[in-house]
């Protein structure tokens, strides 16, 4: 059977490519995301860098397992999401680990 959520809300796993020296270093973190139906996603301009920050602002409801430069946990807030939205590598992950929950996307595809 499948139920009807009013606004399905879900946790994903972000991983980054976070620059390093010579290369990335793969980072994760833990963001809570909810379903932004197609007619909203479609007002957002998601090939440009503000748009982009808009549209995960409305779909991030939280962030888990990030750490400052001491490894102290830092708790969810609004600044720092927008700590994270001001990072390119940051961003786009998201809009991954969020595109690919909500389209079913599996690695290979």
């Avoid at 990335?24 to 748009?51: C, K, L, N, P, Q």
Wanted: overall charge negative; charged content about 30%; hydrophobic content about 40%.
């Amino acid at each position: 059977m499948f139920n009807v959520v009013e606004t399905p809300e879900f946790w994903r796993t972000v991983k980054v490519a976070v620059p390093s020296d010579d290369g990335h270093v793969e980072a994760s973190f833990r963001a809570r995301f909810r379903v932004i139906d197609e007619e909203t996603a479609g007002t957002y301009d998601v090939m440009r860098s503000e748009g982009m920050k808009d549209f995960l602002r409305t779909a991030t409801l939280e962030l888990d397992d990030i750490a400052g430069e001491g490894g102290k946990p830092i708790p969810y807030s609004p600044q720092l999401l927008d700590q994270m939205l001001s990072r390119s590598y940051v961003r786009l992950a998201m809009l991954r680990s969020y595109s690919d929950a909500v389209n079913q996307l599996r690695p290979g595809n």
